[in-house]
C-alpha cells in the first residue's frame, strides 16, 4: 500500500459536518444522515472516486443548480409481497434506495426473495452501500442503476449508456463479505474527475475520441465527454479481440433491467439537459434484488461455503512477483482496516471545497486539521 501523504480528516467530524451542509442545502436532517453515511462509506472502502470528492459536484451544485431536489417524496406505485416500484420524483436517489432495501429486506426475511425498482431517481452512490445492506441482514444483494450516457457499444464511438454497474454482495463465514462494486465500463466518470483533481493522466485505452483513438488527458477527456466528443469503453476495451463485447453486454443488461421494469427512461435521455441544451433532471433508474439463503440451504451452509470458495482462490498458486490474490470486498475491508482510527484523507482540492462550504453555510464550529 502507498504511503499516504494527505491529511486525514477524523470520521465523525466529516460525518458531522456533511450532514450540516446537507441540511443548509435543504436535505430533512434524517435522509441528510443517510446520505453522508454512503458517501463516507466510499472512503472507508478505499473508493475514493464517490465518497467526499463527490459531494459538492455531484450532489450540492445539482442541488444549486435545480437538477436534484433535497426534499425525497417516495411514492410507491406498485407494491406486491415480493416487489415494488418506486418514484423518487427526483429527490435524492440515496434515500429512495435506502427505504427500497428496507422493504426489501422485509419482504424477502418472508418469502425469500425481493425485487423492486426505483424510476424518476439520482445518482445513489456507491452501489455496493444497497447490497451490503442485505448481506449485513444475511441475505444476498444485487442492484444496478443506469446514468447519464458516456459509454459507447463495441464498434461504436458515441456515448450512449452509462457506467451502469452491475454489483452483488454476499456473506461469508469471513470476517469480511464478498463484495463485487464496480462499473462495466473500464473506469467511470468519478475516477477520471479523481485522476483530474489529482492532475494524473487517464490510463490509455480506457476512452475513446470521435475518431477513434484512445485519449489520456483527464481534464479534457471531462470536456469532450460533456460535449460528447468522447467516451468511455466498456470492460474488455475497444473492439471484440479483447472482448469489449462482454463489457458491452453487461452495460445493457443494466440499462435495460434499470429503465424497462420501472418503465422509465434510458440512454440520452439520461443526459440532464433538454433539446436547447439547459439542465434538467436526471430521471434515473435503478434495480435491487433480495435473496434469502434461508430458503435454500440455509445461512450457515451459505456463508462457509462462499468463504472456502473465497479462501480456496486465495491460497491457489501465485503469479511472479506476486505475493497475494485476493478476493472482491477484501481491498476494501483492508482498505478500512487501514483508515478507521486516522480518519479518511482529503486532497488539496477537496481542502479547498470543504473550506468554502464552510464559509458558505456559516459553519465556523468546524475547524479541520490542515488548516
Not at 445492506?133 to 443506469?146: F, L, P, Q, S, Y
Not at 441544451?277 to 434484488?289: A, E, I, N, S, V
Request: charge should be negative; hydrophobic fraction near 35%.
Amino acid at each position: 500500500m502507498a504511503t499516504e501523504t494527505r491529511p486525514y480528516v477524523d470520521w465523525k467530524l466529516m460525518n458531522d459536518f456533511m450532514i450540516d451542509v446537507f441540511e443548509k442545502y435543504g436535505v430533512p436532517r434524517e435522509d441528510a444522515a443517510i446520505c453522508a453515511d454512503v458517501l463516507l462509506e466510499s472512503d472507508r472502502r478505499g473508493i475514493e472516486s464517490h465518497g467526499c470528492n463527490r459531494f459538492k459536484p455531484i450532489y450540492l451544485d445539482r442541488i444549486k443548480k435545480g437538477t436534484l431536489l433535497p426534499v425525497t417524496n417516495i411514492e410507491i406505485v406498485k407494491e406486491t409481497p415480493t416487489t415494488v416500484v418506486m418514484d423518487a420524483h427526483d429527490g435524492m436517489g440515496m434515500v429512495a434506495s435506502h427505504k427500497m432495501m428496507e422493504m426489501l429486506i422485509e419482504k424477502a426475511k418472508n418469502f425469500g426473495m425481493a425485487g423492486g425498482t426505483i424510476f424518476n431517481s439520482t445518482h445513489y452512490g456507491i452501489a455496493g452501500y444497497w447490497t451490503t445492506m442485505a448481506e449485513k441482514a444475511g441475505m444476498i444483494g444485487i442492484t444496478g442503476t443506469n446514468a447519464r450516457p458516456s459509454v459507447a457499444p463495441t464498434f461504436g464511438v458515441e456515448p450512449m449508456m452509462g457506467t451502469n454497474p452491475l454489483t452483488f454482495t454476499m456473506p461469508t463465514d469471513e470476517e469480511f463479505p464478498f463484495n463485487f462494486d464496480c462499473a462495466t465500463s473500464i473506469v467511470q466518470n468519478g475516477k477520471i474527475e479523481f485522476y483530474s483533481r489529482q492532475g494524473k493522466d487517464t490510463p490509455a485505452g480506457c476512452v475513446v475520441s470521435r475518431n477513434g483513438e484512445t485519449m489520456t488527458d483527464s481534464p479534457k477527456i471531462l470536456k469532450d465527454m460533456r460535449a460528447g466528443q468522447a467516451a468511455l469503453l466498456p470492460l474488455g476495451g475497444l473492439g471484440e479481440e479483447t472482448a469489449g463485447y462482454k463489457g458491452y453486454g453487461f452495460t445493457t443488461i443494466v440499462e435495460i433491467l434499470s429503465a424497462a421494469l420501472a418503465g422509465g427512461p434510458f440512454m440520452k435521455a439520461l443526459n440532464g439537459v433538454d433539446a436547447e441544451g439547459k439542465p434538467q433532471m436526471y430521471h434515473l433508474g435503478h434495480f435491487f434484488f433480495v435473496i434469502n439463503p434461508e430458503f435454500f440451504m440455509g445461512l450457515d451452509t451459505f456463508k462457509k461455503t462462499a468463504g472456502d470458495i473465497c479462501r480456496g482462490l486465495r491460497a491457489s498458486d501465485k503469479a511472479p512477483g506476486h505475493d497475494h490474490i485476493y478476493t472482491a470486498g477484501e481491498k476494501e475491508y483492508l482498505a478500512w482496516q487501514d483508515r478507521k482510527d486516522k480518519g479518511v484523507p482529503v486532497g488539496e482540492a477537496i481542502q479547498k471545497e470543504l473550506i468554502a462550504l464552510r464559509e458558505e453555510c456559516g459553519l465556523t464550529q468546524y475547524h479541520f486539521p490542515f488548516e
